[in-house]
């Protein structure tokens, strides 16, 4: 079977691999559709320190079970349209032994530690398995990266009552936006330099915008909360800008997320985290409650899918179509390609 490969930074090519194997316990699926995320640029790029190549990139999966193995549950059966939990756990790290299995420290993500959805076939155990009988393949795809954003909403532990203020309007922080305004009724409120993705973002449930390049963002979000900030300020930029953003702007005994790696050290006020109390989160990956509640807003209807994919192409121009994404990376929200 054919698979994408990026074999080393900035280059890819399609290479033959076996057919996998699977064990009891495991599902073969037939790959239809994979989104590039932004790890898989940064793969390409060489800014992935995790990665080490020849990788196979993509987690972003929309498959259809090909052949079950014994000990798979009788609701999955062959034809079947699904998506993946594409991580690990290892079961002993302190992470996995607390119940925050998103967090382990062994994980080993598709596409990134590990092989992943480029090809034609993978096989995976059954429990990694998540689908609706009402979404689409191109539905299907958007479950995992929508629910990092998701996750980081409930790390933030955002309720109704609560205006979210979301740095960045890329895949992640739209999956962020809707999971606060769309799964918990929260008015939110979306940051970014670019009118076209604070566009999207009012589609995918943003009450208010600001573009931050042209609007006083200190000034616009006190007017908006009649002068005490957000009650949770969640970053997935990853720039340090809005790393001490989102301290400076978020209220008295305000929450902090952070999904953006930042690209260099950050310096803070520090006064602040004491002064605000404020409680400051990490937020990584995503748990199956959280591909469970993107499924819910998805077949609601009321997220704008078709506007969130920038481009699909065909497996033939997937490799193209990544380093086109790589010299102009503002253009594009989400590629899907169709294996």
Known sequence: MKALVISETGKTSYVECPRPKFAPGEVLLRINRVGYCGTDLNTFRGL??????????????????????????????????????????CGKCTSCRSGRVNACRNNQTLGVQRDGAFTEFIAVPWQKLVRS????????????????GFHAV????????????????????????????????????????????LALAKKAGAAETINSKTENLHEKLQELTNGNGPNVAIEAVGLPA??????????????????????????????FFVMKELDIVGSRNATMQNFADVITVLESGRYPVKETITRTVPFSEAGAA?????????RVTKIHVEI
């Open 48 to 89: 992935n320190p995790l990665v080490s190549y020849p990788r196979i990139p993509g987690h972003e999966i929309a498959a259809v079970i090909a052949e079950v193995t014994a000990g798979v549950p009788e609701q999955f059966k062959p034809g079947m349209i699904t998506t993946v939990l594409p991580y690990t756990t």
């Open 133 to 148: 009988e009402k979404l689409s393949l191109t539905e299907h795809a958007l479950v995992e990266p929508l629910s990092v």
């Open 154 to 197: 409930e790390r933030g532990r955002v309720g109704s009552a609560d205006t979210v203020l979301l740095f960045g309007c890329g895949m992640i922080g739209l999956g962020a936006i809707s999971g606060a305004a769309l799964l918990h009724g929260a008015r939110a409120i979306a940051v970014d330099v670019d009118d076209a993705k």
């Open 242 to 271: 809005t790393f001490r953003a989102a301290v400076d702007e978020v209220c008295f005994a305000g929450r902090v997320v952070y999904i953006g790696y930042a690209k260099e050290p950050v310096s803070y006020e520090t006064k």
């Open 322 to 330: 990544l380093a086109e994404w790589a010299a102009d990376p503002g």
